[in-house]
Nanobody
Framework: QVQLVESGGGLVQPGGSLRLSCAAS????????MGWYRQAPGKQRELVAA???????NYADSVKGRFTISRDNAKNTVDLQMNSLKPEDTAIYHC??????????????WGQGTQVTVSS
């Protein structure tokens, strides 16, 4: 069974740092784009950062210069380094990956989410 498993969330003070990790496992032929989304209470889920298989990145304006996304294609992992965290970064962060699991089977998969809380 294919799944994405996140780790690394938690409580941090404003200005602090956290690193989120996500590992894809199961019968996977290849992985296209990977990314991180977040959803704060009462708000819609939004893209935080995405990275292509070749390493091209895309960031939400609100996190540019503070967050860095990276991936390891050999390990099927994607990480999100979050620095200079602000209270408005508080949300549940979800890993996303476009996985190819068969000759005609490719779709988006989601992790279960990990809570990030930025508070003093």
């Amino acid at each position: 069974q294919v799944q994405l498993v996140e780790s690394g969330g938690g409580l941090v003070q404003p200005g602090g740092s956290l690193r989120l990790s996500c590992a894809a496992s199961g019968s996977i032929f290849s992985i296209n784009a990977m990314g991180w989304y977040r959803q704060a209470p009462g708000k819609q889920r939004e893209l935080v950062a995405a990275i292509s298989r070749g390493g091209s990145t895309n960031y939400a304006d609100s996190v540019k210069g503070r967050f860095t996304i990276s991936r390891d294609n050999a390990k099927n992992t994607v990480d999100l380094q979050m620095n200079s965290l602000k209270p408005e970064d508080t949300a549940i962060y979800h890993c996303n990956a476009h996985l190819v699991t068969g000759p005609y089977d490719a779709r988006d998969y989601w992790g279960q989410g990990t809570q990030v809380t930025v508070s003093s």
